[in-house]
């Protein structure tokens, strides 16, 4: 049973992540999933398409994945993006642990998403209702 799951998909259902972190030896489970969200700085979303360099972008999520059950003794970690095309309300990534205890798990948690949208080469196109705006996710 592996510790860490890293993906880039074209899709996510996030009812499977609470089984992707399920663990005999954790006491508690800690989900962030971002959505495409209606509005941007008052401007209306119709979309995002995201792009990535998809060997890159998978060594670097498995870089942090690896580091979070370090350093908080994760049972399990998920790290998953989706690519393509979504639509507002749609999950485009999603990320987990699982730990004997709560602390740990919303740490590692916070620590996941924030590394991500950091370090992670991947790149998002926001369709406004009235224009088009690139937005790169890696600085």
Aim: aromatic share 8%; with cysteine.
């Amino acid at each position: 049973m592996s510790k860490k799951i890293v993906e880039i998909v074209d899709n996510i259902d996030a009812s499977q992540v609470f089984k992707d972190l399920s663990h005999p030896k954790s006491g508690g489970i800690c989900v962030f999933v971002g959505t495409v969200r209606e509005f941007t700085k008052e401007e209306e979303v119709v979309s995002l398409e995201f792009e990535t360099y998809k060997k890159m972008a998978l060594k670097e999520m498995d870089k942090i994945a690896t580091d979070a059950v370090v350093k908080w003794d994760l049972n399990k970690v998920i790290i998953r993006h989706a690519v393509g095309l979504k639509g507002v309300e749609v999950p485009v990534v999603v990320v987990g642990a699982s730990s004997a205890h709560r602390d740990a798990c919303f740490e590692a948690c916070r620590y996941l998403i924030d590394t991500l949208k950091k370090t992670v080469p991947i790149w998002k196109k926001e369709r406004f209702e009235n224009k088009s705006v690139w937005v790169s996710a890696h600085p």
